[in-house]
């Protein structure tokens, strides 16, 4: 597949619901950059670079029926460095679904107990240079937990499990497309796959369809008032080639500046999508959130 054609389905994929968020005065993006120092699996230096992009929720961007309600958005995510570092480059246009439907006046379920939340997205997946990139459907479920009372002084403590996205658990069905860049296939064929983080480690073909199950765990804990641990695990099952893959994360979190600039100490353990490369990766660096 053509990497200019692969980058255009990308900033087509984002670009026009973007456009209609734009348009919304209420809706706004958020998200996270960060720049980080990297020890590699094969012991290089590099220099990693993170950005995470995604409307924030606002009421416009809703949709209700008497019984369910749902939001629609886009979202990118990059994560890049040099040398044989993790790399991935995440575009969806993504949503979900509640049931029951937000009723009360904080724009959550109107239920004290637990709610199920059925996300889905649709997008590409892929490293930077778009080789052999996946276009994939997602759909899933993940519950938001019992609601308690509401803590003015500790609202961190008082959101729903789930709400928080540093706390949170999901199942995922993922389908899709592997295409081939002709391009790559004489530079691929003569590299290692057991080298370097940024290679193709995964038993998935190019120019075939592809069949996945997720699942996915978060859950930070505090350690100190402006410190705090943010452990990731994710699997995934390859359906068609009978392969397991994972991604284990650790973050320590030190704020430098509440909800803004933040010092981090981050732990990897193998890529993840797409390629699925495994080793470990330590990182320092810092966050901007904004």
């Not at 886009?74 to 969806?92: C, I, M, Q, Y």
């Not at 009723?103 to 930077?128: A, C, K, M, T, Y």
């Amino acid at each position: 597949m053509n990497k200019s054609i692969g980058f255009l389905l990308a900033v087509t994929l984002v670009a026009f619901p973007a456009i209609t968020l734009a348009e919304d005065s209420s809706a706004s993006l958020g998200g996270e950059i960060s720049w980080s120092v990297i020890r590699t699996e094969i012991e290089k230096d590099a220099l990693g670079f993170v950005a995470k992009v995604s409307p924030k929720l606002s009421e416009s961007r809703y949709f209700a029926t008497n019984s369910i309600a749902g939001y629609l958005g886009p979202t990118v995510e990059v994560r890049t460095g040099g040398n044989d570092s993790f790399e991935s480059v995440l575009a969806k246009l993504r949503g979900f679904i509640l049931m029951p439907r937000p009723l009360d006046q904080d724009g959550e379920p109107d239920n004290l107990g637990w709610v199920h939340v059925l996300p889905f997205s649709v997008g590409i997946e892929s490293d930077r240079d778009f080789n052999n990139p996946v276009a994939l459907a997602e759909f899933g479920w993940t519950p938001l937990g019992p609601r308690e009372p509401i803590n003015q002084a500790e609202l961190a403590h008082s959101t729903r499990f789930g709400l928080d996205p540093d706390r949170a658990f999901g199942l995922f069905i993922q389908g899709g497309y592997k295409f081939s860049d002709q391009e790559n296939i004489s530079i691929t064929s003569n590299t290692s796959s057991t080298e370097g983080g940024n290679t193709d480690q995964s038993d998935e073909k190019p120019d075939q369809a592809i069949a996945r199950v997720k699942a996915e765990l978060v859950y930070g804990f505090d350690l100190a008032e402006s410190i705090r641990l943010l452990p990731t695990m994710t699997g995934w099952y390859d359906i068609k080639n009978s392969k397991e893959y994972y991604r284990l994360e650790c973050l320590i979190r030190v704020a430098i500046t509440k909800d803004k600039y933040s010092l981090d100490f981050r732990y990897e353990n193998g890529s993840g999508a797409p390629n699925f490369s495994k080793g470990d990766q330590f990182s320092t660096g810092l966050a901007l959130a904004f």
